[in-house]
């Protein structure tokens, strides 16, 4: 996230941009000081100044699957996001997905939309309130009960969210980020100089489970799947962040740097963990190691695990906020409307949050239920719809045009194969789990970080 907060240039100016015409042909001018006037977030002297700013599925895929999984998802959620960002950009008066919704298919697809991007976020949110959870009780030796480390993870996170502006909060994504990269480096060195995995059998042979092809079943290939989808699907919580860049066609630039950061780190660092690890994995992976290691990356993560909480609860607060205040002078105003409005969306989306991470308390079955339910429509379907909106005409067009044309109505029909899919193969594994004892009962004091000590 903090890759795409770059600010841009405030000069006014002449720009091309290709109109989406009924005839589908030829270009118009947009002068930028219209496009200005439709933004969400005005440039303002007196008030807020807004614009300022997987290793476990492996052992079910694979080695390869695994490997061709997470560039052909990176991919396409790269894509898929430069498609959501054009919109903006076409459309600058859409400050979430929601409103692009709106645009595109009128209030019940904005609704629906809009009820998929709170809870996606609200369950990412809850996935930093697991993770900062496991990390307090792998530091302290589970030192108190879980729910209570849960609970103090939640006011670090709703605190920190409750940062009016992303420009306030884009310094803390920048150590959050160095955080995330240190630990789970020092967790992909540490898992390579041990003799076995921490959490497999410490005595005797024991088998490693590592594959470079698997044979998954349906259910343990779309769980897995989703898993990997989900760790670069979040592209939505770009959009408003492009609302607060001070120029916001300034996007791709940063969008490029953030997901190919992304790639990068998680093909390299899930290959090795896996290569090492194999079905012995930790859930999140920083446990791996075991011992000082593991000790050593959740210290050093601490601020990285609070932050990605951090920034999702602040999108799904900043999008209920935009909801509300949206076109009275509250929303830029430093009135008491203003403040109780976004203080009462902060912390009221991180009680819901706290909620639901001590519901599902097993980190990688809540990222496969937030893939499945939320991001698959949201990351695939939506982004196609949003193309053939603007560029309907291509059916009519020439064999490469109408070749757009039906490969956008394909990212259609596979983010519902994805969401249907996945949740049925994620709310098995979640049955299963509960049935075997690998999850515990809701709001448990039990050690959520049971990785190998």
Known sequence: ?????????????????????GNGSGSVSINEAELESQEVFKRTEDGVDFRNVIPSAMYSLGALGGALSVVG???????????????????????????????????????????????????CAGTGIIGLSVAFNTLSDHAA????????????????????????????????????????????????????????????????????IAYPTFAEGMTATTTIFVSSAGTSAFLPVISEMRNPRDFKKA????????????????????RWTGQWVANPSLGSAGGTIKKVSYGIG????????????????????????????????N???????????????GAVAFILAESIAIFNYLLSLVGSICFAPMAISVPGILWLFDFSHYRTGSLW????????????????????????????????????????SAFSCADNSNSGH
């Open 335 to 349: 009135t008491a409307i203003h403040w109780g409005t976004w203080l009462g969306c902060s912390i009221g989306l």
């Open 401 to 440: 045009q109408k070749s757009q044309y039906f490969f956008h109505w394909f990212l259609v029909v596979l983010g519902l194969f994805i969401t249907v899919g996945g949740t049925y193969s994620t709310i098995l594994a979640i049955k299963d789990a509960y049935a075997t004892g690998l999850i515990g």
């Open 145 to 212: 009960c879980t729910v209570w480390w849960g609970f103090l993870s939640t006011v670090i996170i709703t605190i920190a969210a409750s940062i009016r502006t992303l420009r306030n909060i884009g310094w803390l994504t920048w150590v959050g980020f160095l955080s995330i990269f240190l630990a789970v480096f020092i967790v992909v060195i540490g898992v390579t100089t041990v003799d076995r995995p921490a959490a497999a059998p410490q005595t005797g042979p024991f088998d490693l489970g590592y594959h470079v």
């Open 73 to 123: 998802w990176s991919i396409m959620n790269t894509y898929t996001a430069v498609i959501q960002g054009d919109f903006k950009t076409r459309h600058p008066e859409c400050h979430t997905l929601a409103d692009m919704g709106y645009k595109v298919g009128g209030v019940w697809l904005k609704e629906l939309i809009g009820a998929l991007y709170l809870i996606a976020f609200v369950l």
């Open 255 to 274: 969008l490029y740097i953030c997901m190919g950061l992304v790639l990068c780190m998680y093909l390299s660092f899930s290959l090795v963990v896996y």
């Open 302 to 333: 601490l601020v990285g695990l609070s932050v990605s909480g951090c920034v999702y609860q602040h999108v799904a607060a900043k999008y209920l906020f935009v909801r509300i205040l949206r076109n009275t002078r509250h929303l830029q105003s």
């Open 1 to 21: 996230m903090a890759a795409v907060i770059i600010p841009g240039t405030s000069e006014e100016k002449v720009d091309t941009k290709l109109a989406p015409a």
